[in-house]
Every structure is written in C-alpha cells, then in structure tokens.
C-alpha cells in the first residue's frame, strides 16, 4: 500500500510539472521551430532559441534542452557538442511524437548514447510534441531535463510518510485482532470448560444408564428361567396330579362296568376321561422342555425340530448354521419357546405345509426363521391374531432380552416369522 500510494504521488507530480513544462515550451520555445525544415534552422531562430534557453529562470532548473526530429537527430540542443548528431529516440519520445506530453522521473540519470553533465542529481525528463501552428503536425519533439533534487526529497518524505502511516495502521489492526482473538480464546476456554462439564454429566448418566439397563436386561432374563420353571412346575403338577387322578378314576371305572343299567353311561364318563388324560398329557408335553442346560444351542433347537415332527407326522426343512457352542439359559430357551410356538402355529394354521427352519449366526447376532407355505394372513389379521396365536406373549418374550421379532405374511403364500437375538450383548448383560 506504501509503494502504491508513493507511485501514484509520483505519477502525479510528475503530470503537474510536465503540463507546466508544456506551456513554457509552448510560450517560449515552440515559435523558434516554426520554420524547421527537416534537420535545419535558421540563425534567426537559433539565436531565438538561445535566448529562451539563457533566461534566468530556465537557468535555474532546467540542465538539458534537446530537440528532435523522425529521423532522431538533435536538430539543437543547450549542449552544443550534440547538435547534428544521430541517437536512437527514447521510449518516452513516442508518446509525444504521438501527439501526448510524456514525462519520467528518473533518480538515476543519463542513458547508454548520450552523457548527462549532471550525472549523479535525479532529474524529471518531459517529453513535449512542437506542432506546426498552420497545419497542426508535430515537426519535432523537444525533451528537457528539470533538475529534481526537491521533487525526490519531497517523495522519499512522502514515502517515509506513507509507509509510517500503513505500519502503524497495520500495528492498530493487529493489536485490535489481537484482542479480539484473545477474547475469543477466553471465551472457547469458558466454552470447553462448560462443554467438558456437559459432557462428563453426559457420560455419568450414559454410564447409570447403562447400569439400569443391564439391571433390566438381568431382570427379563431372570424372570424368562422363571417362568420356564414356574411353567416345568406345572407340568410335572399336573402329570403328577391331574394325569395320575384321571389314570386312576379310569382303572376304578373298568372294574364297574358289568353293571347293565350303567354301562352307556360308564362308557361315556370313561371315554371323556381318555379325552381329559390325553389333553393333559399333551398340555403337559407342551409345557415341559428336555433338560437343555447340558445341550448346546444348536443341539437344543434340533431337538425341538424332531420332537415336532414326532408329534405330528410331519417333515421339517430345517438349515443351521454353525453356532457357538456356549450360549445363555435364558437364550436356549427364548429360542426354544419360538421355535416350538412357530411350528405350532405351522402345523396348526397351515397344517403343516413346507414348514421350514433356517438358523444364521454373523459372529453377533443368531436369526432364526420359521416359515410356512399355508394360506397365509393379512396385514390387519396379523394384528387382529396375533394375541389369539400367542405371538405377542412370544414377541414380549424375545424384546425382553433385547432381540427384535418380525412376522410377515402374505395371502396365499404362506407366512415367515423371524426372530434375531445379539448373543454378543445379551451375554455381556449376562456377565454383568
């Protein structure tokens, strides 16, 4: 910005001395070249020019006058040594040939032709074209040299000036930026500091979340063996007890049946007794699951797929995959339960076509999918059912331990329900 402002001052200046330059030029000196014929004046105008030239106040400022012609010869000159000899015209001489006044300021003066006598002061060089006043052409160019020792003095001070000036608006915007920015820091150190805060509440409740989350999972998981072995229970009370009564109300039954008057009736209280006894001991079969804490995961849901194909003549497509051999009680039997209660509602809804069983593990998660090509349901009968076919109870059942169960049915294609449950973290859970 320095060098900028200094360049345009200079420019300036060198614009105002040039127009003041022109107008002596045209008062004094343009008369005396009205008669320039080529390379040639006459003694009138030389000694015209002389005089200009010798003025008190041309003397005074200006150290070179030279005129030129196209060709670039120095038809006359304050230095005689000069007059009729050839140079080549300087760049600045094109502009006033071109009808324009030119001027340079130039603290190194002189050039490679011709010699300045005041070598070593900085100079303004001006450029004037000298027009015909009949035709209006340019028949020469005058160049002067105005001595500048003041004119540079005054644009170094200028220039101290005007690089004082932008340092020290530089310094008062940095200083001004430097407060703004150590503002700024104090206000992102508060900002941390609230924000670290925020953030260690965050994780403290994230961590007491996580506890009470592990203490739900802990109590579904425990209340899922719970009630497999409140149901057990009843199983065996009622194998025991119900089954055993009505085993023995029959055996009493079969010794009275020679009485004549009685027999239809003995018949008919024997026969729905058999139909008791074979209820129970089905509800009782349903109840209880095989001693599945010394089986494996996969060994327990193969077990469960036979047992359902012995109890109802059917066959069942079934695909495992590799499961780990170690698996939480409560995870045999959740996925127990769903296998034995989506083969149920196979056999029973669909009877029992293309029943199907397909077990995946990804390292985190086993899913395990029951599927049926029975008549199906719709969208609103899946929801308007699903209490009736114990899918709800079965779906609260795999939730409760943090799996998810998805069933989907479609008229006349059958229905699939699968039922995904992460090993990973329920066994995690489990630890804790």
């Not at 004046?41 to 030389?46: Q, R, V």
């Not at 925020?198 to 579904?220: D, F, G, M, P, T």
């Not at 797929?305 to 059917?314: K, L, P, S």
């Amino acid at each position: 910005m320095g060098t900028l402002v200094s360049w345009q001052i200079e420019k300036s200046v060198a614009e105002v001395k040039a127009a003041s330059t022109a107008l002596y030029i045209n008062t004094f000196i343009a008369p005396h070249l009205q008669d320039l014929s080529g390379s040639v004046l006459s003694p009138g105008s030389i000694q015209g020019l002389n005089q200009a030239m010798e003025r008190p106040d041309f003397q005074a400022s200006i150290t070179s006058v030279r005129v030129w012609n196209h060709d670039g010869l120095i038809v006359h000159s304050s230095e005689p040594d000069l007059i009729g000899k050839k140079f080549t015209p300087p760049p600045a001489s094109r502009k006033a040939w071109a009808g324009t006044i030119a001027a340079e300021f130039d603290d190194v003066p002189g050039d490679e032709e011709i010699a300045e006598q005041f070598t070593g002061l900085p100079l303004l060089k001006v450029f004037a074209p000298i027009r015909n006043f009949e035709t209006g052409g340019i028949i020469a160019v005058v160049e002067f040299h105005e001595r500048a020792e003041r004119l540079n003095s005054e644009l170094i001070a200028s220039e101290w000036k005007t690089w004082l000036a932008t340092a020290l608006i530089t310094l008062n915007m940095m200083g001004c930026l430097f407060v703004i920015v150590a503002n700024g820091s104090k206000t992102i150190d508060r900002q941390r500091a609230t924000l670290k805060e925020r953030v260690s509440q965050l994780s403290e409740l994230l961590r007491q979340n996580r506890v009470l989350q592990a203490r739900i999972e802990r109590a579904a998981q425990n209340a899922t063996e719970d009630n497999e072995r409140l149901m057990r229970q009843m199983g065996y009370d009622l194998h025991d007890g119900v089954a055993q009564l009505i085993s023995l109300a029959l055996l009493r039954l079969d010794r009275v049946q020679g009485i004549e008057g009685d027999r239809e009736n003995l018949q008919k209280i024997q026969k729905a007794l058999a139909d008791a006894l074979t209820d129970t001991r089905n509800i009782c079969k349903g109840m209880l699951l095989p001693e599945i804490q010394t089986l494996t995961l996969r060994d327990a849901l193969m077990f469960m797929i036979r047992q359902h194909e012995r109890r109802t003549g059917t066959t069942i497509a079934y695909r495992i995959a590799d499961l780990p051999d170690s698996a939480p009680q409560f995870v045999k039997i959740a996925l127990c339960r769903y296998v034995q209660e989506g083969l149920n509602n196979a056999f029973k809804h669909a009877d029992g076509q293309e029943q199907q069983v397909e077990v995946c593990w990804d390292g985190a998660t086993v899913t395990v999918e029951v599927a049926d090509k029975g008549p199906g349901m719709s969208d609103g009968n899946i929801t308007r059912s699903e209490p009736r076919l114990g899918l709800a109870g079965l779906k609260d059942r795999i939730e409760s331990i943090g799996g998810a169960l998805s069933i989907k049915s479609i008229p006349g294609d059958g229905t699939r329900i699968k039922a995904s449950l992460p090993l990973v973290n329920v066994g995690n859970a489990d630890a804790a």
